[in-house]
């Protein structure tokens, strides 16, 4: 079930709100774990065994790491459970890829073939299987305390608002609001406002744009003219970023109302002045994760130029394997990982830190990874590539993929896409300081803006069926 759905907007979160405003302490946690759990057997029944078993499982690892004290079988405790955990993931989300990749192995050697299992992507396994390996590496490093209250456990994995999509949140940032937590009134209002601003940016815009660019996307390589390549690229760059950050700002307004404080996840990352730049603005929480859990422990940039670059290069191309099976994915990956490399050669330096060329260069990159990113196969990918540099510049008129609404929608993401509206804001919130009359004129309008925006919005949910999310293939 999406947050942007009617059966969600109208009923279930209002119900869930409620129900934890008033609920006491005592039961607070246990009413929000079973909630959460019929959040997620709404859209997946068939899965919730799958979403309590990863939650058991690493409750009694979590308990075995911090119980045995002697190294090597704290050791093997720390394994055994993130073996566990990756085992979980790799079967659902990699057994067809691994059996398809196989059979050509096999194909070149004989007529041998295997039968490719047919396995359903369970949702958000790739996000609440990454916090279970954060918790895990947590106790086992001494950075938390192990939970002992496998209910409390069991909804820091599978909270609702960031089970689907996350942001992944460690389980340190929710650890003392799992045991007391209050909304303040404050709490709600900057909730509110980031739950409306979330749905505008999926619905208002990642939507409008979405159409666009799977209109594009799926035009055939001769139907593919260098404009119509260009406008599907940049249709495709808007849908991500609104779909993905839309979706992380309802969840974090959401966690905000329920008495949790979620990590940013996002930063203007199309104002990036390099691929790092990039990584520190982008899915905060992913980049953190592995820059934690697997980029530091492997050396991280401690050792010689050489492993560095191993290192960069391994993190990358796992961290495309984490998005989807897909050998897309892991170009998307070494495409970041290269030019994460690039920017730290000494001949190489100057390019993130010229202004202007640095914004265009980290742009291009990213852009040309989203090709890979959201093409099905490396054959669609290289040609819709060569249409972006040597397509035809006549062919099928922009105006038949392009409404009025998908116009607007592109103007506003790419003024919403710099801190503009921000800094406009925080401006005028300044001049209102210390004035009570300017004061409340900017708050008034601050508030009739939001109700009209979740007017829209409310109104895009109601009357259009056409509500793609990215991230649920991940």
Avoid at 74 to 99: D, E, H, M, P
Avoid at 143 to 149: L, M, P, S, Y
Avoid at 310 to 332: D, E, K, P, R
Avoid at 449 to 455: A, K, N, R
Wanted: charged share 15%.
């Amino acid at each position: 079930m999406l947050f942007t759905e009617p059966a969600s907007l109208f009923v279930f979160l209002p119900l869930v709100l409620a129900m934890s405003r008033f609920a006491s302490r005592a039961v607070g946690n246990y009413l929000l774990l079973a909630l959460s759990l019929l959040f997620y057997a709404v859209g997946e029944p068939q899965h919730v065994p799958l979403l309590v078993l990863s939650s058991l499982l690493n409750y009694l690892f979590g308990i075995l790491l911090e119980d045995r004290q002697r190294p090597g079988l704290r050791k093997l405790a720390c394994g055994l459970g993130v073996g566990c955990n990756l085992a979980l993931l790799g079967f659902w989300k990699y057994s067809g890829f691994l059996a398809d990749n196989l059979n050509l192995l096999l194909g070149l050697a004989g007529d041998l073939q295997l039968q490719r299992p047919e396995i359903e992507l369970p949702l958000g396994i790739s996000f609440f299987t990454f916090q279970g390996l954060s918790y895990l590496l947590d106790v086992y490093s001494g950075q938390v305390k192990a939970e002992r209250n496998p209910a409390f456990l069991g909804l820091y994995i599978s909270l609702f608002p960031q089970l689907i999509a996350g942001p992944i949140v460690r389980f340190s940032d929710v650890a003392a609001d799992l045991r007391q937590r209050e909304a303040t009134l404050d709490d709600w209002s900057e909730g509110i406002r980031q739950f409306i601003l979330g749905c505008a940016r999926k619905l208002l815009i990642a939507n409008p744009v979405a159409e666009t660019a799977d209109a594009i996307f799926s035009l055939s390589d001769s139907q593919l003219s260098m404009p119509l390549a260009w406008v599907g690229l940049l249709a495709y760059a808007f849908q991500i970023y609104f779909d993905f950050s839309g979706y992380s700002a309802m969840a974090s307004g959401l966690g905000r109302m329920l008495g949790f404080r979620f990590p940013q996840n996002f930063n203007d990352p199309y104002t990036a002045t390099s691929v790092r730049d990039f990584w520190r603005r982008w899915h905060i929480s992913l980049s953190t994760w592995f820059r934690d859990y697997l980029y530091v422990p492997l050396g991280g940039n401690r050792v010689s130029p050489k492993r560095t670059t191993i290192n960069l290069m391994v993190v990358f191309l796992l961290c495309g394997l984490w998005h989807g099976a897909s050998w897309n994915f892991v170009v998307w990956g070494g495409i970041h990982g290269t030019f994460l490399t690039l920017e730290r050669h000494p001949r190489l330096q100057w390019l993130p830190r010229t202004p202007g060329v640095n914004r265009i260069y980290t742009l291009i990159v990213v852009l040309t990874g989203w090709v890979f990113f959201r093409c099905e196969t490396l054959s669609q990918s290289m040609a819709f590539l060569h249409a972006l540099v040597a397509g035809d510049s006549a062919g099928l008129p922009i105006s038949l993929f392009v409404s009025r609404t998908g116009m607007l929608a592109f103007v506003v993401a790419a003024v919403w896409s710099t801190p503009a509206f921000t800094l406009i804001g925080r401006r005028l919130n300044h001049l209102s300081e210390n004035r009570p009359g300017r004061q409340l004129l900017f708050d008034s309008s601050m508030l009739t803006v939001l109700c009209g925006i979740l007017l829209l919005s409310v109104s895009q949910a109601a009357a259009n069926t056409f509500n793609p999310f990215i991230y649920f293939r991940f």
